[in-house]
C-alpha cells in the first residue's frame, strides 16, 4: 500500500521531470536572424556594483530614453531576482555594423550631472540581455589622480559604447561591451552639459557552436586554479569526515561493547552495587519531550525543507540553473516549496500523533507558520526597505498576490491533505523500552554538559566541513561571481550531513551516559546548531570579504541570511534528530529492559 505522503513525493517529482525539460530547452529560444533582422536588446537595471541587492530601473537616470518605455513581460522567478527589462534605446540588427552611430543628443541639468556623479562615485553598473546573453559595464569613472584627496576627484560618464558580436550562420553566439575612454564628459561641477550619447557595433564571425554559447559565463569558476581550491576543500572536508568517522566508530563500538558486556554480567550478578550508565535510564529515555507540538512541527518542516534541498540539486545536476538563466532558481524554489508542504504537514502530525498529541490541527498551523512566518515578516519589512529606495527588489503588488495565491490555493490545501494522511496513519511511537510513572532525576552536570556548550562543540566540526565552499557561494549570491560546480557542492552537501549525524550520535551518547534523559530538544538543537555558524560567518563575510555598505543592503544580506540559516538549522536539527532516535533505538534494543 502506498504511504499518503506518496501524493505531494509524486508531485514533486513530476515538477523536476518538468523543469529538467524545460532546463534542457530553456537556453534560448534558438532564435535564427537574416542579416539586418532586429535582435532583441533589454536594458535591465542599474546599481552599485559592490550592493547586489540594490538595484534600480535603467532609465531611473537620465539617459537617453524613448517617449514611451516598453516592458517585456517577465515570468515569477525573473521579477523575484529584481529584473526589470525594458527595450533598450540602442538599436543592434543582425550583422549590421554602426560606427559612431548617434543615439541621442541630450541636455544634462544641474540636477542630471549631479545624479550620474553620485552614480559614477558608487561604481554604478549597467545590465543588458541581448538575445538572451548578458552583457554590462560601468557608466563612468572616477580619476582619483596621483593620491589626491576626495575633494579633487574628477568623475567622468562614458557616451560612447562599442558592442563587439559574434555570431555563426544565422545566430548571435557571443557579446561583449566596452567603451570608448576617450569620449568622456566630466561630471565634477555642477553645470548644465550637451551630450551627445554614440555607440559603434562590430559584428564578427566565430565557428563556436550555438550550444556552447553559454560556457563563457561557466568558465570563470571552471579555471584550474578555482577548480584545484575547491577540490582542495573537498579533500580536506572528506578527511575531517572519514577521520571523524571511524574516530567514533572505533570509540562507541569498543565502549559499547564493554558497556554490554558489563550490563549483561550485571544482570547475572545479585549484588546491591549503584546503578549508574545510560542502561539505567531506560525508563525514561522514551519519555516525550516538553513542548511536543513545535518539536513535531519543527521536525516537519526540517524534513520539508531537506526535500527541498534534495529536488533543487537534482534540477542543478541536470543543468537547469544554467548561468543567466533569469530567474529559473527562484521560480524552483517557490513551486517546490508549495508542493512539497504535504511531506511537512504528514511528517509533523504523524509524529505529533506518535507523541500522543491531542490538538493536532493547532500542530498543523503551527507546522505551517514556523518556517513562513519569520519569512514573511522579514519580507515585509525589506520589502518596505526596497519601496523606500524605489530598487527593483521591491516586488510588485501583483507578484506578492500571486505569491499569496501559490500560498492559498497550493501550500495551505496540500499541507492540510498532508496533515490529514499523517492523522490517519496510525502509527505508534516505536519505544524498545517501556517508559516509568514518574521520571527520574538529572544529576548535575558540569557545565560544559550543559546544551549551549555542547551546541558550539557540535556546530564548529560540520561548519569546517563546509566553510571554504561557503565563500564562493557567498561570492555568487551576493556579488558577481558565477557558481557553476553544483557536483562538488553536492558532494559537501552529502558530507555535512554525514558529519551532522555522526557529531549527534556521539554527543547524544555521552549525554545518556551522564544519565540525562532529556536528549530529544538536545540532539535537534546540535543538530541545528550549524546554522548559527554560518550566520557568524556572515558577520565575517560582511566585514573582511565584501564592500558591501548602506542600509537597505545591510538589511537585505542580514535579514534573508537569517532566513536561510533558521532554514539550515531546521533541516540540520531534522538529521541530527533522526540520527541519534535510530541510535538510541539500536542500543536500548540491544538489552533487556525490565
Not at 522567478?77 to 552611430?101: C, H, I, M, Q, W
Not at 560582511?542 to 558591501?548: G, L, P, T
Amino acid at each position: 500500500m502506498a504511504s499518503p505522503a506518496a501524493g505531494p513525493a509524486a508531485a514533486a517529482l513530476l515538477l523536476l521531470l518538468a523543469f529538467a525539460v524545460a532546463g534542457v530547452l530553456a537556453d534560448g529560444s534558438d532564435h535564427r536572424y537574416k542579416s539586418g533582422d532586429p535582435v532583441p536588446l533589454y536594458a535591465n537595471k542599474v546599481g552599485p556594483f559592490h550592493n547586489p541587492s540594490e538595484t534600480y530601473r535603467y532609465f531611473d537616470l537620465p539617459f537617453c530614453s524613448p517617449e514611451e518605455v516598453k516592458e517585456k513581460k517577465e515570468a515569477l522567478g525573473e521579477v523575484l531576482n529584481g529584473d526589470r527589462l525594458v527595450d533598450a534605446p540602442y538599436k543592434l540588427g543582425f550583422r549590421t555594423d554602426y560606427d559612431s552611430k548617434a543615439v541621442c543628443s541630450k541636455r544634462l541639468t544641474k540636477e542630471d550631472v549631479a545624479r550620474f556623479r553620485a552614480s559614477v562615485a558608487k561604481d554604478y553598473y549597467f545590465q543588458m540581455y541581448y538575445d538572451d546573453l548578458p552583457l554590462w559595464g560601468f557608466i563612468g569613472k572616477v580619476d582619483k589622480g596621483n593620491k589626491l584627496p576626495p575633494s579633487e576627484w574628477k568623475y567622468y560618464l562614458y557616451k560612447h559604447i562599442i558592442f563587439d558580436i559574434l555570431y555563426n550562420a544565422d545566430r548571435v553566439i557571443e557579446i561583449n561591451v566596452h567603451t570608448d575612454q576617450s569620449a568622456l564628459v566630466d561630471l565634477t561641477d555642477d553645470t548644465e552639459r550637451d551630450v551627445e550619447f554614440l555607440y559603434t557595433v562590430k559584428w564578427k564571425e566565430t565557428a563556436t557552436p550555438f550550444e556552447k554559447r553559454m560556457e563563457k559565463y561557466s568558465s570563470s569558476s571552471n579555471m584550474p586554479h578555482h577548480l584545484e581550491v575547491h577540490w582542495f576543500s573537498i579533500i580536506n572536508s572528506c578527511v575531517t569526515v572519514l577521520l571523524l568517522t571511524g574516530f567514533l566508530a572505533t570509540i562507541l563500538m569498543r565502549v559499547l561493547k564493554n558497556d554490554f558486556v558489563k550490563y549483561a554480567h550485571d544482570e547475572e550478578a545479585v549484588d546491591d552495587q549503584e546503578e549508574s550508565g545510560w542502561k539505567y535510564i531506560h525508563g525514561d529515555v522514551f519519555r516525550f519531550p516538553k513542548n511536543k507540538s513545535l518539536f513535531s512541527a519543527a521536525l516537519g518542516t526540517g524534513t520539508q525543507l531537506f526535500a527541498l534541498t534534495t529536488f533543487i540539486f537534482l534540477l542543478a545536476l541536470v543543468g537547469v540553473f544554467y548561468p543567466y538563466n533569469r530567474g529559473a532558481l527562484f521560480t524552483a524554489l517557490v513551486v517546490i516549496y508549495a508542493l512539497t508542504s504535504g511531506i511537512a504537514g504528514y511528517i509533523a502530525t504523524a509524529f505529533y500523533c506518535q507523541l500522543e498529541g491531542t490538538n493536532w490541527v493547532r500542530n498543523l498551523l503551527l507546522t505551517g507558520c514556523l518556517f513562513c512566518g519569520p519569512l514573511f515578516l522579514t519580507f515585509c519589512f525589506l520589502n518596505t526597505v526596497a519601496i523606500a529606495y524605489s530598487a527593483t527588489a521591491a516586488l510588485p503588488f501583483g507578484t506578492i498576490c500571486v505569491i499569496v495565491l501559490i500560498w492559498t490555493l497550493v501550500t495551505f490545501p496540500l499541507l492540510v491533505l498532508g496533515g490529514i494522511a499523517g492523522k490517519n496513519s496510525k502509527s505508534e511511537f516505536q519505544a524498545p523500552c517501556r517508559t516509568t510513572k514518574y521520571p527520574r532525576e538529572i544529576p548535575p552536570l558540569p557545565w560544559y554538559r550543559t546544551t549551549v556548550p555542547q551546541m558550539a562543540m557540535a556546530g564548529f566540526l560540520p561548519f569546517s566541513a563546509i566553510y571554504i565552499e561557503l565563500y564562493y557561494i557567498f561570492a555568487s549570491v551576493w556579488g558577481h561571481r558565477i557558481y557553476t560546480i553544483y557536483s562538488i557542492l553536492f558532494i559537501v552537501f552529502i558530507i555535512l550531513l554525514i558529519v551532522t549525524a555522526f557529531i549527534t550520535v556521539a554527543l547524544t551518547y555521552f549525554q545518556l551516559a551522564a544519565e540525562d534523559h532529556e536528549w530529544w530538544w538536545r540532539s535537534f538543537l546540535i543538530g541545528g546548531s550549524t546554522g548559527f555558524f554560518v550566520y557568524g560567518y556572515c558577520l565575517y563575510y560582511y566585514y573582511a570579504r565584501s564592500d558591501m555598505s548602506g542600509f537597505m543592503q545591510t538589511s537585505f544580506f542580514f535579514g534573508y541570511m537569517a532566513c536561510i540559516c533558521y532554514a539550515f538549522f531546521l533541516m540540520l536539527g531534522m538529521i541530527g534528530f533522526r540520527a541519534a532516535l535510530f541510535f538510541v533505538r539500536h542500543i536500548y534494543k540491544s538489552i533487556k529492559c525490565e
